[in-house]
């Protein structure tokens, strides 16, 4: 697709990098698709949100209103995507000059995309996602939805700029993801169930927050050299790419220690399946494997950026799987 439209907006006779502008529909939509696997992977996180508390399905299955059905569970991963592809999008316009400098062919940097249609793109995706939470009638996800847009302009502002900051960049992005998960969780069919019995939706959570906060790092080792000529302090540039290594490996471990012991511990109060503390075992054990693949080629910038485009899958498989031993626990 990016191919396609390299070749049907190249300028004649001119530099091959260089793009014609793209109409301003068309702009949105190449927007849209350069971040819609962000879009896609934070909206899962919603809908896991939605999905991980006991006994949510049957309780939606009592809905008669088809209309209410959608507002209340439908148009969160929606508002979800809406947010996400927009912020990242705000972010690439901020580091417009740092992709350009460093070869990476998104639309802004390309030209293809202008600043002005960009910034169309992020106020459109953020409104709508604003105007359908308040459809939703409910507060909380209102209220959720106004703090992930203040997080993600926060992220990317120039004066406060949390993504140039040591470990604050890795905790605004995994705030956001459990943000996205706290607004499924937010739903009027489920958070009742959820304030009653919240060890379930908490380890949830807790799963996906370390999950993403592991990812971030990952990314932040494939862009070692952009960030120190940023002047940005990230978390590889500042414990160096072997300390960052051990320090994933042991943040990883923490996620089926936590969820065995809560397994453990948590039996007599509230019944857990077996199955959660496995299935985070399971996806962590692959985690594990794809480190020992980085400690070889964390010095290597462009086969970390393929490395980290590898943990989108285990992310939605976590997510995934915490929804499915849920839905479907096979005992405790």
Not at 129 to 142: E, N, P, R
Not at 212 to 225: E, M, P, R, V
Not at 285 to 311: C, D, G, N, P
Request: aromatic share 8%; hydrophobic share 50%.
């Amino acid at each position: 697709m990016a191919s396609t439209l390299k070749r049907q907006y190249r300028r004649p006779k001119q530099d091959p990098n260089e793009y014609t502008k793209a109409s301003f529909f068309r702009s949105q939509l190449i927007l849209f698709n350069s971040r819609k696997r962000h879009g896609l992977l934070y909206s899962v996180a919603t809908i896991a949100g939605l999905l991980c508390i006991p006994g949510i399905l049957s309780v939606i299955a009592l809905e008669t209103e088809i209309h209410l059905l959608i507002q209340r569970t439908i148009m969160l991963p929606i508002v979800t995507s809406m947010i996400a592809v927009g912020m990242y999008v705000l972010n690439d316009l901020v580091d417009v000059d740092l992709d350009r400098a460093n070869s990476k062919k998104r639309p802004i940097p390309s030209g293809l995309v202008s600043r002005k249609q960009a910034w169309s793109f992020i106020i459109m995706t953020n409104g709508a996602a604003i105007g359908m939470s308040i459809a939703t009638f409910h507060l909380a996800s209102i209220v959720l939805v106004l703090l992930m847009i203040i997080l993600g302009i926060l992220y990317s502002m120039t004066r406060i700029a949390l993504m140039n900051r040591f470990v604050l960049k890795n905790i605004a992005i995994a705030s956001f993801y459990v943000m996205c998960t706290m607004l499924g969780i937010t739903s009027n069919y489920g958070i009742d169930f959820a304030i009653n019995k919240p060890i379930i939706p908490l380890h949830t959570i807790a799963m996906s927050g370390i999950m993403i906060f592991a990812c971030s790092i990952i990314n932040d080792l494939g862009d070692t050299k952009g960030d120190k000529q940023a002047g940005r302090r990230t978390i590889p540039i500042v414990l160096g790419g072997k300390n960052t290594i051990e320090l994933l490996i042991v943040l990883l471990s923490f996620m089926p220690a936590i969820s065995w012991i809560l397994y453990a511990t948590v039996l007599e109060y509230d019944s857990i399946s077996i199955m959660y503390p496995i299935a985070v075992t399971v996806v962590v054990s692959v985690a594990l494997i794809r480190m020992t693949i980085i400690k070889k080629v964390f010095a290597h910038m462009e086969l970390m950026r393929k490395q980290y485009k590898k943990w989108f899958p285990l992310l939605m498989v976590l997510q995934l799987a915490l929804v499915l031993v849920t839905l479907f626990p096979l005992g405790v």
